[in-house]
């Protein structure tokens, strides 16, 4: 099953393969992304410092939508993560039971303002997340597993 | 003579500049190297971020864990740019090598330094 959902522009790195994967038991990770999907140096660059033992699962957003009950009916806990708000939310009406979405880095960026160190956000992305969150969406800020998760309310 | 390589060391918060810091206390302060840190960026602002530390010169990059982000956006870089390598693991004792050898070629830099990288990690006492 899935046991997380996180929005992380840096992708596939250190604190999910480390610090998510290590600690949650991680089998598998989707990176959800149309340009990953369609670029095979980009893949290649995502596998590299994964361990054998988790399996990286490249879908573009419209094959991610498809395929979501299927990997949460998978027997290995895996992670689904989406590089930006837009992709998440429109997964969001996917997900099944209790829905939560973790925002585990959104960076710096022209338009955007900081909400926390790794959480800067356009208005547009604040709004989009309050929208998540009125919909009944668990949506919280954590970077690593040992940080305080931060309600996204707080952050809007 | 050609011109002698550059480093950029691009590595999690502040390990990179706290490298830079050692080898300068150690080899003085003509090291031919720069620090960059992913504090505070996503992957599209820490490419460009190395890239003007690379400033188009033949560079070797030394980054610190494959997988992560530095590793990730260096490689990225580094596709189609054959004056660009990119190296792993980073420690002090490969920097260190790297400020005396910087008229080696460019491949030949990029693997002593993982030799000497790899040579510098062992158990000493036990």
Known sequence: MIVLYRIDDRLIHGQVVVGWGQRLGIGFIVLVNDEVRASDWEQEICRMGVPPS????FASVAEAAARLPEWEQDRRSGIVLTPDVDTMVSLSRGMPGRRRVNVGGIHAREGRTERLRYVFLTQEEAAQLKALAAEGVEVSAQDVPTAK???ILELV | MSEKLSGVIVAHTELAEALLAAVQAIAGDETGLVAVSNRGSDLKALMKRIDEAVG?????????????????TAAALARGRPELRVVTGVNLAMLLDFVFHRELPLEAAAERMVQTGRVSVGIVAR
């Open chain 1, 54 to 57: 988790i399996e990286i699962v």
């Open chain 1, 149 to 151: 998760p931060v309600p």
């Open chain 2, 56 to 72: 188009g010169r033949p560079a070797v990059i030394f980054t610190d864990m494959p997988g992560g982000s530095c590793a990730h």
